[in-house]
């Protein structure tokens, strides 16, 4: 009797102590999870907050844009105009400053409007890509190619400003780092799933692990999860860069 029963508080007590250890495994194993939640939703909110704060810049830089450089490009072309008659060396320099200001002054107006978060507030991320695109047409350094599939939803305005700004910085690499000649664009939704690619031609992604990508990759991907998206940037297979935009809309309203 007594080596039963001391077999059996034996086993009561290895119990308790398992039973123990798990409750505490299990006590710490939601602590960590409480813990990466709140430093997601505060990753998050600092993020939407540095969001707001540059859409701010932006604005303020666009109406400085429009209303101070570019009145001073408009007080040049019209001095420009006003030059009386001058010998054929002379007025075709004054022509091609003219043609040169109107130029500047046109850019200028696209630069303004790109950065200025009202307009996506007011027509949309895609209208905006796309006259973002047709910027990068003008230029004649690319061929533009875009394809457009499905039927559009409605996404949160907030996230149509991140999404473009997305957009935006992967055109704006384009430009900058690229060499490429063609750009292929792909819009596609699927019922409730947006689909955004962007193919270029270039010389491709430079050698480099995710530690050294620069601020702009950065940006990218930390906008992207604040969506959030899937955000996927490699080897385009016949060369150049890829770059895939996939975001879930939960609720899909359609347009």
Known sequence: MILFGSTVVILVLAALIILALFINQKRKFRFSQEKATLKNSFDKELLRAQLEIQAQAFESISRELHDNVGTLLSIAIVHLKSVGKLQKPEAQKIEDAGGLLHEA???????????????????????????????????????????????????????????????QETLNNILKHSGARNVFVII??????????????????????????????????????TLPANLDISEAPDGGTAVTIIYHELQQEQV
């Open 105 to 167: 002054m046109d850019s200028l107006r696209d630069i303004s409007k790109s950065i200025n978060p009202e307009k996506v507030q007011r027509l949309g991320w895609q209208e905006c890509f796309l006259q973002e695109l047709e910027r990068i047409g003008k230029t004649k350094l690319f061929d533009v190619h875009l394809t457009q599939e499905g039927n559009p939803f409605v996404i949160e305005l907030s996230k149509q400003v991140i999404l473009f700004r997305i957009l």
């Open 188 to 225: 596609r939704y699927t019922a409730a799933t947006l689909i955004v690619s962007i193919t270029d031609d270039g010389k491709g992604m430079p050698e480099r692990n995710e530690v050294q990508e620069g601020s702009g990759l950065k940006n990218m991907r930390a906008r992207a999860a």
